[in-house]
C-alpha cells in the first residue's frame, strides 16, 4: 500500500458547531453542509493544501458506516499537527483558535526539539498542535522529520 493519504475523517458530535468552527473561527473555505438527503449522509469538507481534505462527520454516521459503536473520544489518541513559518505564527494560530472557542491546552511555548509549538482541541476535543521547527528551510509545511509528534 502506497501512503497516500488523501482524505483525514474527524468525527463530531455537533455537524453546525464544528462546521463554524473551521470555516467562521479559523477561516477555512467550504461549501457547507453536503448530503443531507441521505441518512447519515451530512458532512463538511475543506480543501487543504496538496490535495488533502478534511471532513466533518457526525460520529453516529462515522459510526454507522463502520459498523463500530460510538465510543468516548480520546484526545491522546492522535494529533493533528498544522506547521507554520515562524514563532510568531505559531502565537497568531493559536490566537485565532482560541477567539473561535478551542480549549488551550498548552500555551504556545520552546519545545525540546529546539522549536515552538502549542496545543489546542476543537469543540470535539480533537488535538491540534501548531508548531514552528527551526531545522526545516521550507517553512515547515511539508515534513515532521525531526519532531517527536504529529
Not at 513559518?85 to 504556545?108: C, F, L, N, T, Y
Request: glycine residues 10%; proline residues 3%; contains cysteine.
Amino acid at each position: 500500500m502506497k501512503a497516500r493519504i488523501t482524505l483525514l475523517t474527524l468525527g463530531v458530535d455537533d455537524l453546525e458547531t464544528s462546521l463554524a468552527f473551521y470555516r467562521d473561527g479559523m477561516g477555512w473555505s467550504t461549501q457547507g453542509i453536503v448530503g443531507t438527503e441521505f441518512e447519515h449522509g451530512a458532512v463538511a469538507f475543506f480543501d487543504l493544501e496538496h490535495g488533502l481534505r478534511l471532513a466533518l462527520w457526525p460520529r453516529k454516521s462515522l459510526a454507522n458506516d463502520s459498523g463500530l459503536q460510538v465510543h468516548s473520544p480520546a484526545a491522546t489518541d492522535f494529533s493533528i499537527a498544522h506547521n507554520v513559518a515562524s514563532k510568531e505564527e505559531v502565537d497568531e494560530v493559536m490566537q485565532q483558535a482560541a477567539r473561535a472557542g478551542a480549549r488551550i491546552v498548552k500555551p504556545a511555548q520552546k519545545t525540546f526539539w529546539g522549536g515552538y509549538a502549542g496545543y489546542f482541541q476543537d469543540p470535539d476535543q480533537h488535538l491540534w498542535e501548531v508548531a514552528w521547527n527551526p531545522q526545516w528551510t521550507d517553512g515547515g509545511a511539508d515534513t515532521r522529520s525531526n519532531c517527536a509528534s504529529g
